[in-house]
């Protein structure tokens, strides 16, 4: 007992020490477009767009059709200001003293006392600069945000190389969901989005955590090679789903959000998520509620769907990233896999990008020689270099759902059902070595449709529901899966409920197969756990936290295994 009061104290101690080197700079913000002269009150951490809801200068871009009325504001360039005064006992000559901008979402020039300190170009970097220009008294931080959109599309026409993109996203280091996804509006974000700070000194870079030993076994075998993981040596089936960002508008994600979901997670027998590569690097909350629950996290690194600048510049600055976050999330034990992209590898060999995009024969040599450069060299080399003793794959999947050596060999994205318009049958016969995204939609409950729709919405038809349905076939796709499956529905509250009885029918037939595969499967992760709004998705927890026919169904499956 004396050994734990001592230590209490002394941790009691360290906490002080620790808040005595810190200035927390995170109020008394203003922010107005740029060029304009009416200043407005800012939240920060925030983003440009909630902070203008927030003046009732914008519509809430959720509501009915709202988000097509606000595209001008990730067009704009915007200026947020504060001033603060030193405190008393902070001593700016102190060797280590810095500014630290925990995240600054995107392209943002940063002035002290109107002397420029940085450039910023990434959303997922910590930025800490010294503090020669503090002065004692008044000082003032000004941050000029430039659009990414514009930005994107500037980089695209300089490039000599016409990269495979839908919109010029991947010249940003921006979490790539907010340019539009199948399941989320294109809201271009910008902002002082996680925190900022004077500190002391440098905090001590934690090593990586122990954890129980966690390997993932990729062998050779008489079916074609494995992919599962071990725990404590012994194989152990991973059940669970692909994680997104719970909001588009990411401060807005509070600890109660975090708690609830991953509880749900927890209560349905998940012991995996997958940290989907278009969104972001989550919240230590995020981390700390994985480690705690006993769910096991792969982790994506923020790539998806496009090929990437791989120039000398760009490298530098996705090394700093990747550092910045291996240093960051090495220390939590549910991290058990480190994975370069999403499906660049499956898009580049199976989804006509060369013909699509018209990329000759010798700028597809050096736009694979990028993608080279960046997944198979420098990516591992940081985790093998920051977080040894964990494992690195380039990819997800290994190989395409299009190809037969798909379900023998790595893990496996099956998209026959619903992107191929495959009977629900077919995932008994489709079963990979570990199934790492396949899913099926299902519309989310009516009292969510209310929160965000007026009655006269209420109709798959209407532009509202048009503009809450983001896949390009999405309506015509499920209505013809509920006539395969013998579905009925004869008003849209009745469309709702047989949209997630169809949902919830495709996860006992794929989950079943895969569980009950005498050990060729090894791992099932539907597509989606979650939604970053309002919307028809492949989600089984909607964003207000309401559970389709789906999770229940997905919960009874996985409790019994």
């Known amino acids: 007992m004396k050994l734990i009061n001592i230590g209490f104290i002394i941790l009691l101690f360290f906490i002080g020490e620790v808040q005595a080197k810190k200035q927390d700079l995170n109020q008394g913000w203003r922010f107005r477009k740029l060029g304009e002269k009416v200043w407005y009150p800012a939240t920060v951490p925030g983003t440009v767009h909630t902070d203008l809801m927030q003046n009732g200068l914008i519509p809430d871009p959720f509501y009915r059709d709202n988000e097509s009325k606000v595209q001008w504001v990730g067009e704009a360039d915007w200026e947020y200001q504060m001033d603060f005064y030193l405190r008393p006992d902070f001593k700016i000559n102190d060797p280590g003293a810095y500014l630290c901008f925990e995240g600054i979402d995107t392209y943002c020039d940063v002035y002290l006392n109107q002397q420029l300190i ?20 008044k000082n003032t931080l000004q941050m000029v945000f430039h659009s990414a959109q514009r930005i994107s599309d500037s980089l695209s026409a300089l490039s000599k190389l016409k990269r495979p993109c839908e919109n010029n996203r991947n010249y940003t280091r921006k979490a790539q969901y907010h340019f539009g996804w199948d399941w989320a509006p294109r809201l271009i974000t910008c902002g002082i989005w996680r925190s ?13 955590s122990k954890q129980d030993q966690v390997e993932l076994i990729q062998q050779k075998d008489s079916i074609g090679q494995s992919f599962y993981f071990k725990v ?30 991953l509880t749900a997670a927890k209560e349905a027998g998940f012991n995996m998520l997958r940290v989907w590569g278009g969104g972001i ?81 010798a700028d597809s040599t050096l736009l694979w020689q990028e993608y080279q450069s960046i997944f198979h060299e420098l990516l591992p080399s940081l985790v ?63 009292k969510t449709m209310q929160e965000f729709a007026l ?32 579905i009925p529905a004869n008003s849209f509250e009745s469309y709702i409920r047989a949209t997630q009885i169809l949902q919830a029918r495709a996860m006992e037939t794929a989950i079943n197969a895969q569980l ?46």
């Open 516 to 561: 009950h595969s005498n050990g060729r499967c090894m791992g099932s992760l539907l597509w989606q756990f979650n939604d970053c709004w309002p919307v028809s998705s492949w989600s089984i927890i909607d964003y207000y936290g309401r559970k389709k026919l789906g999770y229940e169904k997905v919960k009874s499956l996985y409790l019994k295994r």
């Open 196 to 208: 900022v700070s004077l500190v002391y000194g440098e905090t001590p870079k934690a090593p990586p």
């Open 384 to 446: 093998k270099q920051y977080d040894p003793g964990r494992p690195y794959v380039t990819t997800s999947p290994q190989i395409g759902w299009g190809r037969k050596e798909s379900m023998h060999s790595g893990d496996s994205h099956y998209w026959g059902m619903w992107w191929g318009m495959q009977p629900l049958g077919i995932m008994k016969e489709k079963v990979p070595r570990f199934m790492s995204e396949y899913g099926m939609q299902a519309l989310p409950d009516m």
């Open 281 to 361: 690097y989550e919240d230590d909350y995020f981390y700390d509620l994985c480690d705690s629950l006993g769910i096991y996290i792969w982790q994506d690194f923020m790539f998806a769907g496009a090929m990437y600048p791989g120039d000398d510049v760009s490298l530098e600055n996705i090394k700093q990233e990747a550092i910045d976050n291996l240093l960051r999330l090495r220390t939590h034990p549910c991290i058990v896999l480190w994975c370069g992209n999403n499906e660049i590898d499956e898009a580049w060999h199976n989804w006509g990008w060369q013909k699509q995009f018209s990329v000759s024969s």
């Open 118 to 137: 940085l450039s910023a170009n990434n959303m997922f970097r910590t930025y800490k600069i010294d503090v020669n220009g503090i002065r004692p008294g």
């Open 455 to 486: 009655p006269e919405d209420m109709d798959t038809s209407s532009v509202v529901m048009k503009a809450h349905q983001k896949h390009p076939t999405g309506y015509k796709t499920l209505s013809a899966y509920l006539e395969m499956e013998q």
């Open 232 to 261: 404590n040596g012994v194989p152990t089936f991973m059940k669970g789903a692909n994680w997104v960002p719970a909001d588009v508008f990411l401060p807005r994600i509070t600890h109660d959000k975090y708690r609830m979901l």
